[in-house]
């Protein structure tokens, strides 16, 4: 599946929930389904800034493509990461960069989220984007 | 007062949320405003409007006999000695910022000692620890025990020849408990220490005399107490505030200006308000006061407020997987504000599902990190409860509650 073609199954999926609990429900599956995190990786320069929960992000290359791995205190918040996970691990550098991100305004997720939640989401994809950018 | 009655005094509490209708639960953070004050504001600034004191044009009359009538009445609801005594500021960090300055420049040396609690909120620490640094003093915490209470016990052990002034809260925006200000008031004058109570729930859930409490400041904003925001009270016994340098200078607060033999203050209450006052915002005190003693006076409300905590906290502590912060002792009072963590759930997971419910609540460290570490804590969950809110409100949180955390756990 492309990049391309992902975003538009992840619109699909949030598509089939009316309300937004039941939205946050899919979310709390999704983060409750994450792989894993190591302890010994939950260290102060995996952690991002500007999230009211402590959300981790690692990143690894493996050959040509990158590897996520996350977690947050937070299930919600843990959900969240997870679907970016989901859409852009194992995907190149320069795929993630050409990826503007905008099924994440399709889903309604910005707009649901609290100021300061959206700015936590803000500081998720802008590391994704600078992890790419650092291995592109 | 029917509660419906108070509340239709509050227009947004008719509205409505994306959840649903608006179950509004973060009255520690602010208060709702009603009808009145928001007339008094627009009136103010519709047709009272000119800078205060200086013209002598009728206008300007109006306005400032507008803005000091709500230093009168003030003056009276705290039982203040003296009109001058009440210091406008924009709220309550603004009026502990002055006192802990001012108060600083004219009675802390080096080597001098203030104590904080460990119950504060940021507001009533940063700005003793700024004073202290500068004026080479040291911070010394009251601690609290597992259930919230301040160690009074420790307090002798505190005190030195050197304390100068015990900063503490009428009542914590964590806890809810309210502390026993007369006993920690008389052990520290005992021992020539003044104290400041930082009052911003006290003021919305207790009538204040500061006579009778003998407070040496107390401070609160407007915003909590359903006044206009950017509002707030410095109160300050004369001799103290006579003592002590203004914080900041600038217009108002001159007596004479002179470039070459410098400047001479203006008495109390101006010499502490310097510059263009909130001339539209301090007139809703008048209005806000009202609906606040209609509040705490009325038997009906009163009764409605009680039947919700009662209600509230026997609904949480059924629940084992809740830990609530500030449980009181016999004989203790608490206000209706419940700071809570959920085993197994996060705050913040709660407080954006419950939103989603209509209900807004606090979640996260609530401006007290020093206590979130004392209870081993990232933040908590908060609702806060106002006279205007019904028990239908309380069962539905109660109820959402409890969704919410099926949800996460």
């Known amino acids: 599946m492309t990049l391309e073609e992902k975003q538009a199954a992840v619109i699909e999926d949030f598509s089939l929930y009316d309300q937004w609990l039941d939205k946050y429900e899919y979310l709390i599956e999704l983060g409750k389904n994450l792989e894993p995190y190591p302890e010994d990786k939950k260290t102060e320069d995996k952690l991002i800034k500007g999230c009211q929960?402590?959300?981790?992000?690692?990143?690894?290359?493996?050959g040509e493509r990158l590897v996520f791995s996350a977690d947050s205190d937070a299930i919600i918040t843990k959900g969240i990461?997870?679907?970016?996970?989901?859409?852009?691990?194992?995907?190149?550098?320069?795929?993630?960069?050409?990826?503007?991100?905008?099924?994440?305004?399709a889903i309604g997720l910005r707009e649901n989220l609290s100021p300061t939640r959206a700015g936590g989401l803000a500081s998720m994809i802008e590391r994704i984007r600078e992890v790419a950018a650092q291995n592109s | 007062m029917k509660v419906a009655q108070f509340r239709k005094l509050f227009p947004i509490l008719g509205d409505s949320v994306p959840g649903g209708k608006l179950v509004y639960l973060d009255n520690a953070a602010t208060s709702q405003r009603p009808q009145a004050v928001v007339d008094a504001y627009s009136s103010s600034a519709l047709h009272k409007n000119a800078n205060l004191h200086r013209a002598v044009h009728h206008l300007s009359n109006i306005a400032t006999n507008n803005y000091e009538s709500a230093r009168d009445c003030v003056r009276e609801y705290l039982n203040a000695a003296s009109r001058e005594e009440i210091i406008f500021t924009s709220g309550a960090t603004a009026a502990i910022n002055t006192a802990a300055f001012s108060f600083g420049e004219a009675y802390i040396k080096p080597g001098d000692e203030i104590i904080v609690t460990e119950a504060e909120h940021h507001s009533n620490i940063v700005p003793w620890q700024m004073m202290a640094s500068r004026k080479g003093a040291t911070i010394k915490v009251l601690p609290v025990d597992d259930n919230?209470?301040?160690?009074?016990?420790?307090?002798?052990?505190?005190?030195?020849?050197?304390?100068?002034?015990?900063?503490?809260?009428?009542?914590?925006?964590?806890?809810?408990?309210?502390?026993?200000?007369?006993?920690?008031?008389?052990?520290?004058?005992?021992?020539?220490?003044?104290?400041?109570?930082?009052?911003?729930?006290?003021?919305?859930?207790?009538?204040?005399?500061?006579?009778?409490l003998d407070c040496?400041?107390?401070?609160?904003?407007?915003?909590?107490?359903?006044?206009?925001?950017?509002?707030?009270?410095?109160?300050?016994?004369?001799?103290?505030?006579?003592?002590?340098?203004?914080?900041?200078?600038?217009?108002?607060?001159?007596?004479?200006?002179?470039?070459?033999?410098?400047?001479?203050?203006?008495?109390?209450?101006?010499?502490?308000?310097?510059?263009?006052?909130?001339?539209?915002?301090?007139?809703?005190?008048?209005?806000?006061?009202?609906?606040?003693?209609?509040?705490?006076?009325?038997?009906?409300?009163?009764?409605?407020?009680?039947?919700?905590?009662?209600?509230?906290?026997?609904?949480?502590?059924?629940?084992?997987?809740?830990?609530?912060?500030?449980?009181?002792?016999?004989?203790?009072?608490?206000?209706?504000?419940?700071?809570?963590?959920?085993?197994?759930?996060?705050?913040?997971?709660?407080?954006?599902?419950?939103?989603?419910?209509?209900?807004?609540?606090?979640?996260?460290?609530?401006?007290?990190?020093?206590?979130?570490?004392?209870?081993?804590?990232?933040?908590?969950?908060?609702?806060?409860?106002?006279?205007?809110?019904?028990?239908?409100?309380?069962?539905?949180?109660?109820?959402?509650?409890?969704?919410?955390?099926?949800?996460?756990?």
């Not at chain 1, 929960?53 to 493996?62: G, H, N, P, T, Y």
């Not at chain 2, 409100?393 to 955390?405: C, G, Y």
């Open chain 2, 216 to 409: 040496d400041f107390y401070v609160f904003s407007g915003h909590k107490m359903f006044a206009a925001p950017f509002t707030g009270v410095l109160y300050g016994k004369k001799e103290l505030l006579d003592a002590m340098p203004p914080m900041m200078g600038g217009g108002e607060m001159i007596d004479t200006v002179s470039l070459y033999k410098g400047t001479t203050y203006a008495p109390l209450p101006a010499k502490f308000e310097a510059g263009t006052q909130n001339i539209s915002g301090v007139p809703t005190f008048i209005p806000a006061i009202e609906t606040l003693r209609l509040a705490l006076d009325d038997e009906e409300l009163r009764d409605n407020s009680k039947a919700v905590a009662e209600y509230v906290a026997s609904e949480i502590a059924k629940d084992s997987r809740i830990r609530v912060y500030g449980s009181k002792g016999a004989g203790e009072e608490k206000i209706p504000l419940f700071s809570f963590t959920v085993h197994g759930a996060h705050h913040e997971d709660l407080a954006l599902i419950l939103d989603k419910m209509g209900i807004a609540v606090r979640s996260g460290q609530m401006c007290a990190e020093p206590l979130m570490d004392r209870f081993g804590v990232t933040g908590m969950l908060r609702a806060s409860f106002a006279p205007y809110n019904t028990m239908e409100e309380a069962e539905m949180f109660i109820k959402s509650l409890s969704r919410a955390i099926g949800m996460l756990v």
């Open chain 1, 81 to 105: 990461i997870a679907l970016l996970i989901d859409v852009f691990s194992g995907r190149t550098p320069s795929e993630i960069l050409s990826s503007d991100f905008s099924f994440i305004d």
């Open chain 2, 148 to 212: 919230g209470h301040l160690r009074l016990d420790l307090l002798p052990r505190l005190l030195g020849p050197n304390t100068k002034i015990l900063a503490v809260s009428h009542i914590s925006n964590v806890l809810g408990l309210v502390n026993p200000l007369p006993e920690i008031i008389r052990i520290a004058h005992a021992n020539g220490i003044k104290v400041l109570v930082d009052g911003a729930q006290g003021i919305v859930h207790k009538m204040v005399d500061v006579q009778a």
């Open chain 1, 53 to 62: 929960s402590r959300v981790w992000l690692d990143a690894k290359m493996e």
